[in-house]
């Protein structure tokens, strides 16, 4: 790693940013229902959809309202893919006659496709067929990364309105999310992509005659349209096995940074976009900055580790950095940007295998899961646990300076403490529990390539990767088995469940209080030493939780390599 990588990356991060706040004002415009530029093409298909579901876009819902919808709408997609994926042997859109997924791995992936996820026990294009690749991966895309949106506002609301139960229309939110924000920037996203060499076509797949007088299958298919979703939707989910490491995903330079930019801009705009919802955007720029100083001290960790050779190559005369699993199109910064990215963002998708990387890089992609990815985090839910950290660190505040702790003008009591602390801690417990399960039962070891500790970092990362919602995987772990697929499973529903649930009902709480002036006592929360805070307790809560696992996992591992052990 050099001067140039750094100027790279800063460069590309300003470019993010730049464009992230003119976004972010844009979506708070379009979900507080202003004339945007978009409005004369979108509104008469905003006006239809209403219309075609039966849905009132001037009754509000309760929170309670609001979380039915959401599950109701999170069930019948989980159904619907489980069955497109059983049934896709008798569907068109077929052309290599792919037969029905078995139902445990339909129903894993019908589940991860459903909770935002996107995690994948199977070949894509070996299993599934374009019908299931569009109308359910990718619809499934779209809808919930919207889902994340629309509990993100909620939450919002919970914060700006007063003394009213009322906290938005769950269908209004999510048909915004889709019509103004996401479906535009996809489309112009698959375009550039397509143009770039990114594949989409429904074209059987090609056999080509090789040198050697062997045929080979080369897959092809809709990739273009799916890719640029699974970018901006934090989604991950590849058309193919490699994901972002196949050159039909990602066949350059370009489109590599193109993909790193997409999985960066909503999130972050989506801070901004708490900002000017809020009117208040000082403190959408304090959570931007405790977001970040979290991101460049991961990736600053990865990439100094990642640009070191590898010990035992070095006794070989190997020098440089590590580039096994590695694209030697993208390098070693890029590799471990996108690393930091997609771990950072719960995107999932990868452009390097992670399995490869050195210990400490990969304890640095495990640490930022384990923080619920708050640091920007998947779309919406990033956020929502930012915020919840927020809520705790108001706690210990208020504790610090003997007051009863507030935020944005409300005042925290203990429902509001409890709602906040379940996202964080439940997910941990599940984690610890399933990693703990799987690592004592023969199914759990059965599939495992990789003994000692990198085995365990691989079998910790899968369920830090279900339960985060992130969906990318260490690799070395054969996880389409029926104990995976099930507890993976449930690990992604807990995952996901666990954070939007009770964001929505906190948000029920605090719409119905009323606020509280801001006076020279207060604490304030938009300076250097909120920031601090904020930074201080998720480190420390990711680190007390997890440091004795990690201490024979991934730190074990990096002893070893430095001593001279494979294994």
């Not at 909620?154 to 009213?164: D, E």
């Not at 999932?348 to 990969?362: A, E, F, Q, R």
Request: hydrophobic share 50%.
């Amino acid at each position: 790693m050099g001067i140039l990588d750094i100027i790279f990356i800063l460069i590309l991060f300003i470019i993010v940013v730049a464009l992230a706040i003119p976004l972010g004002k844009y979506m708070s415009r379009v979900f507080t229902g202003q004339r945007t530029f978009m409005t004369p093409l979108m509104q008469p298909v905003e006006r239809f959809m209403y219309r075609l579901i039966g849905t009132d876009e001037t009754k509000e819902m309760n929170w309670k309202q609001y979380a039915y919808a959401l599950i109701m709408l999170n069930i019948i997609g989980i159904i619907f893919l489980f069955a497109l994926q059983l049934l896709q042997g008798f569907l068109p859109l077929n052309p290599e006659g792919l037969p029905g997924v078995s139902w445990d791995s339909a129903l894993n992936t019908a589940i991860s496709f459903a909770t935002n996820t996107n995690w994948q026990g199977y070949a894509g294009e070996t299993t599934m067929s374009y019908l299931t690749q569009m109308t359910g991966l990718a619809v499934q895309n779209f809808l919930s990364a919207a889902i994340g949106i629309a509990a993100l506002l909620v939450l919002i609301r919970g914060f700006t309105r007063k003394n009213t139960d009322k906290i938005g229309n769950f269908w209004v939110d999510l048909t915004r999310a889709l019509l103004y924000v996401l479906l535009p920037i996809a489309v112009i996203l698959a375009i550039v992509l397509a143009s770039q060499g990114v594949v989409q076509t429904f074209n059987p797949y090609i056999t080509a005659h090789t040198l050697e007088g062997v045929n080979q299958t080369i897959a092809v298919g809709p990739v273009a349209s799916q890719e640029a979703i699974k970018m901006i939707g934090s989604n991950g989910g590849g058309f193919f096995n490699a994901n972002s490491a196949h050159p039909f995903e990602n066949p350059n330079t370009i489109t590599d940074i193109l993909e790193i930019l997409a999985i960066l801009l909503i999130p972050i705009s989506l801070v901004f976009t708490f900002g000017y919802l809020i009117k208040n955007f000082k403190q959408g720029l304090a959570i931007f900055s405790v977001m970040t100083i979290l991101f460049g001290l991961g990736l600053g960790i990865a990439l100094y580790t990642e640009s070191q050779p590898n010990p035992i190559l070095e006794k070989m005369g190997v020098t440089g950095g590590n580039l096994e699993g590695k694209e030697v199109r993208f390098g070693v910064t890029q590799s471990v940007l996108w690393g930091v990215a997609t771990t950072d963002v719960s995107n999932g998708g990868v452009n390097s295998m992670h399995d490869s990387v050195m210990p400490l890089t990969g304890l640095v992609y495990m640490f930022n899961m384990c923080t619920g990815e708050v640091i920007y985090g998947g779309l919406g839910v990033g956020l929502i646990g930012m915020l919840f950290y927020v809520i705790l660190s108001m706690f210990i505040a208020g504790l610090m300076i003997g007051r009863t702790p507030e935020f944005l003008g409300k005042k925290l009591g203990p429902p509001e403490m409890i709602l906040s602390v379940i996202p964080i801690v439940l997910p941990h417990v599940a984690i610890l529990t399933l990693a703990a399960i799987a690592i004592t039962t023969p199914a759990g070891l059965s599939s495992l390539a990789n003994p000692s500790a990198h085995g365990l970092s691989e079998i910790l990362y899968a369920y830090l990767s279900t339960i985060g919602n992130n969906g990318s995987a260490f690799a070395g772990l054969s996880a389409n088995t029926l104990f995976y697929n099930l507890t993976g499973g449930l690990a992604m529903l807990v995952g996901r469940f666990a954070t939007i649930i009770p964001a929505i009902a906190l948000a029920g709480l605090l719409a119905q209080k009323g606020k509280v002036p801001i006076t020279s006592a207060s604490f304030p929360t938009t300076g250097p030493l909120f920031i601090i805070i904020v930074v201080a307790v998720v480190i420390l809560l990711g680190a007390l939780t997890f440091f004795p696992v990690f201490t024979l996992g991934p730190i074990l591992d990096h002893l070893f390599l430095y001593g001279g052990h494979i294994t």
